[in-house]
């Protein structure tokens, strides 16, 4: 895949290659204990978020690309990130995962954002299988990726260190050979 700055379009939302003045509009939101809840990060310290953006702004020089952290944008302004990455170039598998902003939920963003993410790791990067793991409690983000065409595939026990605790998962995963990743998915 070209090393070019990465964008893609949705009908709301854009997905970008990040730049350091991100900064501000990340740590507002990566800075928030209820965004951060079902992750294994955060919420950030102001040092943590410019280490992230730090990271991320350097993808795109990396040769060979494989993963590729992206700024989610609405009408140009930062309002998650979102990221896709090789796990296994031989098996051509990779995972994603995303994180938006409190004050987007519940608009169809991260369902589009999703879907995004599939369009660049079913096309360009040429991969086959695609996971995402989500905190069991996490209902909103278990109807994003059913809605993208994700199978539940299982429980991780103890999947995940999370704030000192270990922690189960859900598995979901998507094929290209999918049917439903070849139609939109569904608002």
Same mark, same amino acid.
């Given at each position: 895949m070209a090393q070019d700055t990465v964008l893609l379009r949705g009908p709301r939302v854009a997905l970008r290659d990040f730049t350091p003045d991100d900064v501000d509009a990340v740590h507002a939101f990566a800075s928030d204990p209820l965004v951060t809840q079902w992750s294994t990060w955060g919420p950030n310290t102001l040092a943590d978020t410019r280490a992230?953006?730090?990271?991320?702004?350097?993808?795109?020089? &990396?040769? +060979?690309?494989?993963?590729? %952290? $992206? /700024?989610?944008? =609405?009408?140009?302004?930062?309002?998650? #990130?979102?990221?896709?990455?090789?796990?296994?170039?031989?098996? &051509?598998? +990779?995972?994603?995962?995303? %994180? $938006? /902003?409190?004050? =987007?939920?519940?608009?169809?963003?991260? #369902?589009?954002?999703?879907?995004?993410?599939?369009?660049?790791?079913?096309?360009?990067?040429?991969?086959?299988?695609?996971?995402?793991?989500?905190?069991?409690?996490?209902?909103?983000?278990?109807?994003?990726?059913?809605?993208?065409?994700?199978?539940?595939?299982?429980?991780?026990?103890?999947?995940?260190l999370e704030h000192g605790q270990r922690r189960d998962s859900l598995l979901f995963a998507a094929l290209l050979s999918d049917r439903a990743l070849n139609q939109p998915p569904p608002d």
């Open positions: 992230f953006i730090a990271d991320a702004a350097a993808e795109p020089g &990396r040769p +060979g690309r494989t993963r590729f %952290t $992206l /700024a989610v944008t =609405v009408q140009e302004r930062v309002v998650g #990130t979102a990221a896709v990455w090789t796990t296994s170039a031989s098996d &051509r598998n +990779g995972e994603l995962g995303y %994180t $938006l /902003a409190r004050e =987007v939920w519940g608009l169809g963003l991260a #369902t589009e954002t999703a879907a995004l993410l599939r369009e660049l790791a079913f096309g360009p990067m040429g991969l086959v299988r695609v996971e995402a793991t989500c905190h069991p409690d996490n209902a909103g983000s278990v109807r994003v990726l059913e809605k993208n065409g994700f199978v539940f595939e299982g429980r991780l026990r103890e999947h995940r």
